[in-house]
């Protein structure tokens, strides 16, 4: 998320010297960083979830 951030200010901080072209790479990749860690938060909520479930079979199957 970090890296996300420091593209962001990079866009939106006025430059003398940007070109348009720089200026639609870096919001891509900010975009980009920013699906990416969405997509890894569902992923570690999605396991969470299945070592909860395991750890209750688990208890479960001791008793």
């Known amino acids: 998320m970090s890296c996300r951030c420091l593209f962001y200010l ?5 430059s003398g ?5 720089d200026l639609n790479i870096m919001m891509l990749v900010s975009a980009s960083f920013l699906a990416v860690s969405i997509l890894f938060f569902a992923q570690s909520k999605i396991y969470k979830l299945k070592l909860m479930e395991i750890e209750d079979d688990h208890e479960h199957n001791s008793n």
């Open 17 to 21: 010297s940007k070109d348009p072209t």
């Open 10 to 14: 990079g866009v939106i901080i006025p």
